[in-house]
């Protein structure tokens, strides 16, 4: 799984940028009523009857991700994807997005059509349209950036800046598996240098390599809530790690968390990993990244719709803001909560 792949194919410069932009264009129509136009002009038009909502993320190789374990196809799926959860976590819809990339000539016409054929499985999935971007050489690693648009009401719109004293805090799905995919694939690497004959047996850590490399965007919740008719207080997307993301919304808030160590969803292989790697769970939840999740607040009035939910755990609740921001343990203790979350600055030292 780690070898590096034939990419001496076809050539890039055999096509040129522009060839390669018609190539692109090809394998994307347009099905979104907003999309006006799409790829081809100096810029793309889109007519949204609501607001527009924009976001835009970038990924650096070596930083972002890792392609000895990161197939193209994937990459290009979880860069749409980490785009359209930005886009969840404002309660919106996403119907656009925009991809630029800059590549080095170590990649052929067959690797970049891997990594598209991942962006395209994204659109399908989420229905949004590919409407433009740029493209550009790299002399080294590889860049890609998304930029996601999507549209939404103004009454249904969360910011992360409303949660009120006593409203209930929710989080969707379960936490720490991305972080513990990481871990058992950066052993595998490691394993593999060593020996390169070695082959993996990933058969057990199926659910969080998958989280890690072909995470999902959490549009069932934006349907669950729309259908439930409850607009959060506040929202945001599980990319830096639980305890991270609740002291953004506290401080956005101006108000405080308790979180219950007991109430963290963990799934069962998720733990059994951090076993394994001695890491402690409730760390791995609240300070592993990319689980993609989406974490809100809500009135307690909404407490019946949501507390037996199988999409979504009620985990704490909102206080004052002189309390602090606490995970309260099985045994009653009080802990800080602290961003320790996943830094990619900090992961070049
Ligand atoms: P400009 O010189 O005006 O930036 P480009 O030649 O970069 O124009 O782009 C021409 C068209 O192709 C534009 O519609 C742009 O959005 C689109 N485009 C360029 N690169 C990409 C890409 N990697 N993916 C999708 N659309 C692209
Ligand atoms: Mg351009």
Redesign the pocket.
């Known amino acids: 799984m780690f070898e590096e792949k034939d990419f001496e194919k076809t050539p890039l410069s055999s096509m040129g940028?522009?060839g390669l932009?018609e190539h692109?264009?090809k394998q994307f129509a347009l099905d979104q009523t907003s999309s006006i136009i799409?790829?081809?002009?100096?810029?793309?038009i889109i007519s949204h009857a609501d607001n527009t909502v924009v976001s835009t993320d970038l990924l650096i190789e070596g930083i972002h991700f890792d392609l000895s374990y990161m197939p193209l196809k994937h990459l290009g799926y979880k860069a749409v994807i980490v785009n359209l959860s930005d886009v969840f976590a404002m309660n919106a819809i996403p119907t656009q997005i925009?991809?630029?990339?800059a590549i080095s000539n170590r990649f052929s016409l067959e690797a970049i059509d891997e990594l598209y054929k991942g962006i395209a499985l994204a659109c399908k999935r989420y229905k949004v349209d590919?409407?433009?971007?740029?493209?550009t050489s790299s002399k080294t690693g590889l860049i890609i950036s998304v930029t996601a648009l999507g549209t939404a009401k103004t009454e249904k719109l969360s910011y992360r800046s409303g949660a009120k004293e006593n409203d209930l805090i929710v989080v969707s799905g379960d936490l720490g598996g991305a972080y513990m995919g990481l871990q058992v694939l950066e052993r595998e690497k490691a394993v593999y240098k060593v020996n390169p004959n070695s082959q993996p047996d990933l058969s057990t850590y199926a659910y969080s390599v998958e989280r890690q490399l072909k995470p999902e965007a959490r549009a069932d919740i934006i349907d669950l809530l729309d259908s439930s008719n409850i607009v959060p207080t506040s929202m945001i997307d599980v990319s830096d790690g639980l305890s991270s993301e609740l002291l953004h919304l506290a401080k956005s808030s101006g108000v405080s968390c308790q979180i219950y160590e007991d109430k963290i969803p963990i799934d069962p292989e998720v733990l059994q990993i951090c076993k394994e790697f001695s890491i402690n769970n409730t760390t791995a939840a609240l300070n592993g990244g990319e689980d993609y999740e989406l974490l809100f607040t809500v009135d307690q009035k909404h407490y019946d719709a949501l507390k037996n939910h199988p999409l979504v755990t009620v985990i704490g609740h909102i206080s004052e803001v002189a309390k602090g921001n606490n995970l309260i343990t099985g045994l009653g203790q009080q802990i800080e909560l602290t961003a320790q979350g996943w830094n990619s600055l900090l992961e070049q030292d």
Do not use: P, R
């Open positions: 940028e522009f932009i692109i264009k799409g790829i081809g002009d100096d810029a793309a925009t991809v630029s990339i590919l409407v433009g971007g740029d493209t």
